[in-house]
């Protein structure tokens, strides 16, 4: 006889929760369970923490820490302005440290003083990047939008024409 496959579940898919959904994305997007399982047998406003769903623990730093891959230190210099970012913090830290050390500060000192220029250049630079890419995008947008407009008016004058042509052969015609 054939085997009935019309509920056709993976054990993964019978054993979670209903109303779940695998996430979708980067691990860290998604910590807890989404608003929607509430239970539903309760009143609004009643406290649930004695039902079968109970209350989800919040995630901790741990729970972040172990979302972090080696493959993600390895693609870092893939990720948008990263790499200007960096090679900003690293001329700003040779810079300062080398400054530091000229003008007769100890090394430790100089070090410390490159190590919090590398960090707020490479931050400094990595946001200004964004807000550059953000405003490119913007502009983008706006292009496109105008774009569309222009395209939907010239489609509208094209059929003004074409109604006048019809309306003149009909005249024509009669």
């Avoid at 309760?42 to 923490?49: D, K």
Wanted: proline share 5%; charged share 30%; with cysteine.
């Amino acid at each position: 006889m054939a085997v009935d496959t019309r509920n056709s579940t993976s054990p993964k898919q019978s054993q979670a929760t209903p109303g779940m959904t695998e996430p979708k994305g980067k691990t860290y997007d998604t910590f807890n369970y989404p608003a929607s399982l509430e239970n539903k047998n309760s009143l609004p406003g009643e406290n649930t923490n004695n039902t079968v769903v109970g209350k989800q623990a919040e995630p901790g730093i741990v729970d972040a820490l172990k979302t972090i891959k080696l493959q993600d230190f390895k693609e870092v210099h893939k990720k948008p302005c990263t790499r200007e970012g960096f090679l900003t913090g690293i001329g700003a830290a040779f810079a300062t440290g080398g400054v530091r050390v000229i003008l007769g500060a100890p090394i430790f000192t100089a070090c410390s003083w490159a190590v919090g220029a590398f960090a707020f250049g490479s931050f400094a630079m990595h946001e200004y990047c964004q807000g550059k890419r953000r405003r490119e995008k913007e502009g983008i947008q706006k292009v496109n939008a105008a774009l569309v407009e222009k395209k939907v008016k010239e489609e509208m004058k094209r059929e003004e024409v074409r109604k006048a042509r019809r309306k003149a052969k009909e005249e024509a015609g009669r």
